[in-house]
């Protein structure tokens, strides 16, 4: 078995300088946005910013883009946008990077400077259409909340969680699965377990609104090794080949979801799409935690540390690595140290 541990850093706040040498390409004359920056807005933008998606206002459109030309060369400079946590240089590549090249800030940059012109709109040719069919294809089996949550207008965030019956009458290989949260601009993240104890079904019923609020039954659990959860603009879920999850007639999906009120009251009504595979799993993840229990953090302490560490007793392969502190943890930092002392 090989050995593959990634070693990652995962900051809240990132501030990345530019490189002093702008590279050839970024010096090229005659950027335009149809040839030269829709490319980079359609494949690292426009999965938030579109409409019912999280962020405020779409970027689809060339007028969209020009709009607010100054602030995106801005936001994206000082790496505030695209949101990208891991800080450059330590582990990856990671899958599904949205961080953008040293190259993509430059080009973005100089064709601001240069008065963000649009060129030919023929030379759109990867505009990517979204359309609202489910991202890996059509799903062999769509499950979704039985009732709508009304969300209030205003207040803090709200914390619920929902219950969905899975209707199978035998076990299935879960191989990918796609959260759609119904109303992505409220939805601050989700987290999605299954239970088969019913359980959760029984704090739902006891609640007479859709879901429930507090602490999770222990019989919701993540399936086998993996944190399954939506953040916005995150890629449907698929598994590494191999490695399905079995999900047994009986369970329902408990999905926890954490809103932000908008201003208006807002309904809310996920569904998952799931697909199925006839592989059974060659190998299943572990999902080993990192934490601690004993946190104090003294009044007016500007830079508490904690940390937790845990010895492999074998070779592993990371798949995953999820930090988790909601508003309390400005750094999380994530270490693998390898057995020759890297
Ligand atoms: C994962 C979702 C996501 C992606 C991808 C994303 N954005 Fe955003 N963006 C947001 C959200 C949410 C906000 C509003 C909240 C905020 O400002 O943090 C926002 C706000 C902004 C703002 C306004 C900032 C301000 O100070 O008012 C700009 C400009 C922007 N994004 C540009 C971009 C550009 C350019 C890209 C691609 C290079 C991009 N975003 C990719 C989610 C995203």
Redesign the pocket.
Known sequence: MTIRLGSVALVATLAVPLASHPTRQAQAPGLTFSRDIAP??FE??????RPG?????S?LSYDD?RR?AR??A???RRR????WKPVAGFGGPFLDE?R?TDEELQR?ARWVEMGAPEGDPADLRRRREWTEDWRLGSPDLVVTMPEPYRLRADGSSVFRTFVIPIPITQAKFVAGLEYRPGNAPVVHHANLRVDRTRTSRELDEADPLPGYEGRLSPGAQYPDGYFLGW????LPWQGPKGMAWRLEPGTDFVVQVHMQPSGRPEILQSSIGLYFTDRPPDRTPMMLRLGRHDIDIPPGASRYVTSDHYRLPVDVEVLAVQPHAHYRAREVKGFALLPDGT
Do not use: N
Not at 44 to 49: D, L, S
Not at 231 to 234: A, L, S
């Open positions: 980079i807005v690292r933008c426009t999965a938030c910013h998606q999280a962020a405020p206002f970027l883009v607010r602030l995106i801005d936001v994206t505030y946008m695209p949101p949205r953008l973005i953040t916005p603009g995150q």
